[in-house]
């Protein structure tokens, strides 16, 4: 197995070349993006897209709409995978806060979500990320602090 950096790895996976032989520090397909069928549709260095087919029958709330706490998640997956694509080898990471602001609900739609890093220092970068459905309009936004842990720190995450 070749290990690679995980943004060539990513960038691999996007286009859709075999990634097998292939390896990265981070784990990818997430075990949750495999669960949620969540899939990552753009990336670059600190910037990532990510999709989910939402649908009320299996995501929804009492209320009949997408749950809330799915769009949570794939706002946090595109964050996260964002950020991956930052971090070298021997670093890590982890969230330290998230906020969430919901502007209208989803039913049966393609979400994606698009996550940017809007302030990045040595080790805390925060991110917005956008939700959208298929016909554009913004389903919901977030904000979300992201920590990058080095050395020690980095170990066991």
Known sequence: MKKIPTLDYL????????????????????????????RIVEIAYGEAKVQIDADVVIHGNQQGTVHGGLMCE?????????HSTIVKEDESFTSLELKINFFRPAWKDRLIAHAVPIQQGRTITVY????????????ASVVSTVMTLVGERAKGR
Request: aromatic content about 6%; some cysteine.
């Open 11 to 38: 960038k691999k996976l996007v286009s859709g070349e075999e990634v097998e032989g292939f390896v990265t520090y981070q784990q990818y397909p997430t075990a949750i993006s495999k669960t949620l069928k969540m």
């Open 74 to 82: 794939l706002a946090d997956a595109a964050i996260g995978t964002a």
């Open 128 to 139: 917005r990320c956008d939700i959208s459905r298929s016909d554009g309009k913004m389903v």
